[in-house]
């Protein structure tokens, strides 16, 4: 086992990869009742076209990684979530464009609830009943999510700025691709992707590190699993240019909600994390809540409380988002849109960069309180090639120069695509 | 659980700190809440929104949060909210301890003191507020009042609990009318603030590393409150469900059928049935193990969420679902059966177990969050019980099937609340 002490977030890391390429990362946290834990594969909605290990090249349908996750709950001896509360665990799932994470969280039997953990994630069980029955219960999720107009301006955003690569499409897919999903397409899956050298467990909370380690790596020795092998992602080459430049829907809501953003070049990421915290930084240092554009926009009634900004990137893509509800679109877009160009030009002030730098830190510091941002940080920096627990280093390591680099390099006007959700004429 | 609260008090404030060396930050809320009135409730509601905009020695918005973000990034924030028949402003704010970053001044003293000004100095012109800052956030407000709308789910779930308690002051939204906000000015509303500082109940938590002393001496230089003791919360009235079950058909785009469920419970949380209330609530609709969730989604599979929600301090208890529209009158009868084996005390003693396992393993849980803890202990506070996290755990475990059925015999269905589509029969 491995260490790694991070003394100035008075922290330390063990790690190993075991013999079947699992990786296992337990941070100890002294004190704590909790104890949390995921159990993640490098498997999510975009990967809808691979060639397994060894194997032929297999498309599958839009949502499967989502439907995946559902049926994994389900054993042979019955629904998993039963056998956590047994045990008096909350269970839970999610799935990302890029992940699909399994975790638990409980206070007692930890070694039990770990047991279950692995045991369910590694033991599918696919009938084509229990499949059938899973259907109606996701088209009903589909359809909730139908009706949230800020999912739909969201992913509305997404649709409008990538042509082929499968981060446009919708996680959970849509009722005729759901239905269309059959058990042998989800041991496919399965069997290419839930392979341990494709997948991370990370726990953390009040526990005894040797013990858990032991206990894990007994676990994995007393399962079988072939050789593991590379997973070949196939995606369809990505133009430079946005799919439409605006794209507008129907649904009934208060007020117009407007987001846009702007796609970086796609293909390979250099350098992710750096990328993506220098973006970030330069985001907030021009539209957080205590820029000057911020309060001219909040003052002229175009923004509200929830006006934002995020910065997405993936295996293919980058882009940002930013917007919110808004009484005006046009004018939303174009007056931010203008303060990027004008800033990208003039560069940003040094001492607004240096206080927004104080603000990530600190806000840094405070996600470090919750075990669950720290497990699921932790992952998605390491699937970037990142360390979550050097953050601070790499935000004191960035220089203005940098952020202003990245400010010109990303606010390209030919790149900008716009979603908006608003009511229909009644 | 060793650690405990440190109670004080300093004029009308009530103190209370929690001395811990777990957490990056210290976390702050304060609390005040005034009996919800139709007359009060929307100057209270904007109140914080105008607090948040200007102190008195930092009257701009930017200046403002400047200094938030100088204090590494201070997380500020404020909710409002029904509890009992109590509207009640929390301020948060979650700052880091200095240990992890070099200050010369006391990063806790600072944020106190930035505090106290939002609450007892604002920025304030020929006493009154700024107009300025009351025009723009009565837009804020009501364009919040309007949002709810967007969001299917919760607004159906409130326009439930609308119509269950349409005789009550608990119809009222905490965020107050559009008719009174627009009566509100700078001058009415400062008068309203004055009085809401004379005779709101006031509660500071401060959860870190620090002690009572330390807090205590911050306050006193910071809080301006006026003078006179602490004022306590009165309990709430408890009501019974009406006659003859109500039934409200609402129609909205929606492609999916929200139907909840209004039931008064003939409890609240500081009954001393709360803990079988509570276990009654786990078993009907709080867990994946629940009747609601096994019946109505993974048996009948109609729905994606099936649930129910306990509030405690009112004494009444909601159920909801997103169904097929088709599919409405199936989902009630499905539910009201679940409703009808619970006071029969069909329920397997097993799903009991699981059940208190559940709760006793979210008590534990919320040790590890200063701000869960803070609110745990407020809801003491709010219904003049003594209840710690191990009282507490203990009165969940001795909860038996029989006082479960107990329980289960004051449970009556007030109202069905449907929010449909606009086509005629589905």
Request: aromatic share 10%.
């Amino acid at each position: 086992m491995s260490t790694q002490p991070y003394p100035k977030l008075q922290e330390t890391l063990w790690h190993e990869k075991l013999d079947n390429g699992l990786e296992v990362f337990i941070l100890p946290k002294p004190g704590f009742t909790k104890t949390y834990a995921t159990f993640t594969t490098r498997y999510g909605s975009i990967d809808n076209h691979f060639v397994p290990p060894g194997g032929q090249s297999i498309k599958v349908p839009d949502g499967i990684a989502h439907f995946l996750e559902h049926k994994m709950f389900e054993e042979p001896e019955g629904d998993i979530f039963s056998k956590f509360a047994d045990q008096g665990a909350s269970a839970n799932a999610y799935t990302s464009f890029d992940r699909t994470v399994y975790l638990f969280t409980a206070t007692h039997e930890i070694e039990a609830n770990l047991d279950t953990l692995l045991h369910f994630v590694q033991n599918p069980y696919f009938t084509d009943e229990n499949v059938e029955k899973e259907k109606g219960i996701i088209v009903q999720e589909i359809d909730m999510y139908r009706d949230n107009p800020d999912w739909r301006v969201y992913f509305g955003l997404i649709e409008a700025m990538y042509q082929n690569h499968p981060v446009h499409i919708d996680i959970a897919g849509t009722a005729e691709s759901v239905r269309s999903i059959t058990k042998e397409m989800l041991y496919d899956c399965y069997n290419t992707f839930y392979h341990p050298s494709n997948m991370t467990l990370f726990i953390v909370g009040g526990i005894d590190r040797q013990e858990t380690m032991e206990r894990v790596k007994k676990d994995q020795a007393n399962k079988k699993f072939p050789p593991g092998g590379e997973i070949k992602r196939l995606f369809e080459q990505e133009p430079d240019q946005v799919k439409n430049e605006k794209r507008e829907l129907e649904l009934p809501v208060s007020l117009p909600k407007c987001l846009f953003g702007f796609k970086e070049e796609p293909g390979e990421q250099k350098d992710a994390v750096r990328k993506e915290l220098a973006s970030k930084l330069m985001l907030e240092a021009l539209l957080g809540a205590s820029s000057a554009l911020y309060q001219q926009l909040y003052d002229d009634n175009l923004i509200s409380d929830g006006f934002g900004h995020e910065y997405n990137t993936g295996p293919g893509y980058s882009f940002s988002i930013i917007g919110g509800e808004t009484r005006d679109p046009d004018e939303l877009v174009s007056r931010v849109s203008q303060a990027l160009y004008d800033a990208a030009d003039k560069g940003i002030p040094s001492d607004i960069f240096e206080r927004t730098r104080r603000k990530k830190i600190g806000a840094f510091l405070r996600m470090m309180n919750s075990p669950e941002s720290i497990a699921s940080e932790f992952t998605r920096y390491r699937h970037k090639g990142g360390d979550l627990f050097k953050l601070v280093e790499v935000y004191e390591s960035l220089t203005l120069e940098e952020i202003n680099e990245r400010l010109r390099e990303h606010a390209k006007p030919d790149r900008r695509a716009i979603s908006i959700v608003r009511s229909g004429k009644a | 659980m060793s650690e405990q609260f440190q109670r004080g008090v300093q004029g009308r404030l009530r103190v209370h700190v929690l001395p811990t060396k777990r957490f990056k930050t210290f976390a702050i809320s304060l609390f005040a809440g005034v009996p919800l009135s139709e007359d009060r409730v929307s100057p209270i509601a904007l109140t914080p929104f105008v607090l948040r905009r200007g102190t008195k020695s930092y009257p701009e918005t930017i200046s403002f949060r400047e200094r938030l973000d100088d204090l590494y990034g201070a997380g500020f924030g404020f909710d409002l909210y029904k509890r009992g028949d109590n509207q009640i402003v929390q301020f948060r704010l979650d700052i880091i301890n200095d240990r992890f970053v070099s200050v010369t001044d006391s990063l806790l003293g600072e944020a106190l003191s930035f505090l106290g000004e939002v609450l007892t100095a604002p920025a304030v012109e020929d006493d009154r507020f700024r107009g300025k800052y009351v025009e723009a956030e009565k837009t804020t407000v009501s364009n919040r009042i309007d949002a709810i709308i967007n969001d299917k789910i919760r607004y159906a779930s409130e326009r439930c609990i609308e119509e269950m308690c349409k005789d009550e002051p608990f119809r009222l939204p905490a965020l107050g009318t559009k008719e009174q906000l627009a009566q509100l000015n700078a001058s009415n509303l400062y008068e309203e603030y004055r009085r809401w500082l004379q005779d709101a109940s006031f509660d500071l938590y401060v959860s870190g590393d620090t002690s009572l002393d330390e807090v205590l001496a911050f306050v006193s230089k910071s809080f301006k409150l006026p003078e006179g003791q602490p004022s306590s919360y009165s309990p709430p009235k408890l009501r019974s469900a009406r006659g003859e079950v109500q039934t409200i058909v609402e129609k909205l785009e929606v492609g999916q059928g929200k139907l909840n469920m209004g039931l008064r419970v003939g409890a609240t949380y500081g009954s001393d049935q709360y803990a079988a209330l509570l276990v009654y609530n786990g078993l009907l609709g709080g867990f994946p193990h629940s009747k609601l969730f096994i019946n109505v989604r993974e048996k009948a599979s109609l729905a994606y969420y099936a649930s129910s929600r306990l509030d405690g301090h009112k004494g009444i208890m909601t159920l909801q679902s997103g169904v097929e529209i088709a599919n409405y009158e199936r989902a009630v009868v499905i539910i009201k059966e679940q409703i009808q084996a619970m006071k029969a005390g069909e329920f397997a003693i097993e799903d009991l177990r699981k059940t208190q396992a559940m709760i006793v393993n979210q008590l534990r849980e919320l040790q590890d969050s200063a701000f869960e803890r803070i609110s745990f202990d407020f809801s003491n506070v709010l219904s003049g019980v003594e209840r710690t996290g191990d009282s507490f755990i203990a009165e969940i475990q001795a909860v038996t099937p029989e006082m479960v059925t107990a329980v289960a015999q004051g449970v009556e269905l007030d109202t069905i609340y449907f929010l449909r589509d606009r086509k005629e029969e589905a």
